[in-house]
Structure formats: C-alpha cells, structure tokens
C-alpha cells in the first residue's frame, strides 16, 4: 500500500523557518517525481513545488521561489520542503503529492497533510 | 500561467442525481486535465487523469470528457459519499494550476 506521511508542520513567527518531511512507503520512492500542494484554511489547492525522480529537476511557485527549497533523499525515501522567511499568507495544509510517473504527469496519490501555521 | 475555471462554485443535488461539473482552461491544454474530490478535513483523492481516464478503483459512475479548453465531470448517479468539493487541475505547463473547486452538497 502506498503511504505517504508529512511531518514537520507547526506555529513559527513571521521571518520563521521550518523544514517539511513527507515519509514514502509502499512504493519504488526514487522511480517517481515528487510535489508540495498546500491549502489555505477554507480556500482551494494551490500547487507549490515539485522534483523530478532524481533531484535535477525542479519547479516552483512564483509566490515562493527564492524562499522555499524542494529536495529529496532517495535513499531515505523522504521527500523534503525547506521553507524560509515565513509569512502570514503561507499559513496552510502542506500535501506532498506523488506524480503517476514523470513530471509530466499529474499527482496520484496524496499524503494526509502537515499544518503550518504563521502567526506572532 | 493557465487559468482554471470552475462552474459552477456550488451545486445541490439529490441522491441518484446526474450532475455535471465544467472546467475551463484559459488556453488550450489538450487532455493533460486532472480531476480531485476532497472530503472534509481530508486529503484530495485523484479520480481522472487525461481528462477522460479513471484511476484505479474509483467508481464507473465518474466520467470525465473534454479536450482543448472545455472539460467536464459527470456524476451519473450520485452517492452518499459523493458529496464533496471537486478540483480541476492542468499539467500541460507549470506552474501547474487548479480551478477553484466546486463543492457539491446534499439538498
């Protein structure tokens, strides 16, 4: 059975930093490219980042290129989201995503989600 | 970026109701569209990929079509556990977007 389990949210002040987990079982992690979706309390999916199978690739969001930072360990199969200088407006549900395959493709399974929370 | 669509916001519906769910793209996307449903306090569920494809093991009573701009989701007959919000999204290009969701309650 596929899992994918985040960890890592939490309540940090705005400037903040914190590093995202997403703990992969059940599934050839470093065969699949890998994806950040958050949500914001009450508001709609909105696609953050994502990595290709090896790491070499990757892809962000406008609203936070030069403030978060995708990476993966393959031979932990984790998936990581290093997301710096925090505001008020990334406070949300972070998912990591599983493509069905490439880049290319779209995400198939979802992890349960790790909340963080941006506050003084 | 590709904006995504959605219509409409809300819908109200019966069980055993067909319903149908738009989704525009603001440019051509070909079929590279993918359908969510999210329950509440849940993690999103993938249900179609390539507009028209159904993941394993959700239900045929889900159909999607459309290709180009214009897409849909069909509910044929609507169940208890349908009722949720349900998401668009193209991978044609990134960034990669989803439409605004529309939620579907019992009436």
């Known amino acids: 059975e596929v899992q994918l389990l985040e960890s890592g949210g939490g309540l940090v002040e705005p400037g903040g930093s914190l590093r995202l987990s997403c703990a992969a079982s059940g599934f050839t992690f470093s065969s699949y490219a890998m994806s950040w979706v958050r949500q914001a309390p009450g508001k709609g999916l909105e696609w953050v980042s994502s990595i290709g199978f090896n790491g070499n690739t990757k892809y962000y969001a406008d609203s936070v290129k030069g403030r978060f930072t995708i990476s993966r360990d393959n031979s932990k199969k984790t998936l990581y989201l290093q997301i710096n200088s925090l505001r008020a407006e990334d406070t949300a549900a972070y998912y990591c995503?599983?493509?069905?395959?490439?880049?290319?493709?779209?995400?198939?399974?979802w992890g349960q989600g790790t909340l963080v929370t941006v506050s003084s | 970026d590709i904006q995504m669509t959605q219509s409409p916001s809300s819908l109200s519906a019966s069980v055993g109701d067909r319903v149908t769910i738009t989704c525009r793209a603001s440019q051509g996307i070909s079929t590279w569209l993918a359908w969510y449903q999210q329950k509440a306090e849940k993690a999103p569920k993938s249900l179609i990929y390539?507009?028209?494809s159904l993941q394993n093991g959700v239900p045929s009573r889900f159909s999607g079509g459309g290709s180009g701009t214009d897409f849909t989701l069909t509910i044929s007959s609507l169940q208890p556990e349908d009722f949720a919000t349900y998401y668009c999204?193209?991978?044609?290009?990134?960034?990669?977007?989803f439409g605004q969701g529309t939620k579907l309650e019992i009436k």
């Open positions: 390539a507009a028209s």
């Open positions: 995503a599983r493509h069905t395959s490439t880049l290319k493709e779209c995400f198939q399974q």
């Open positions: 999204q193209q991978y044609s290009n990134y960034p990669y977007t």
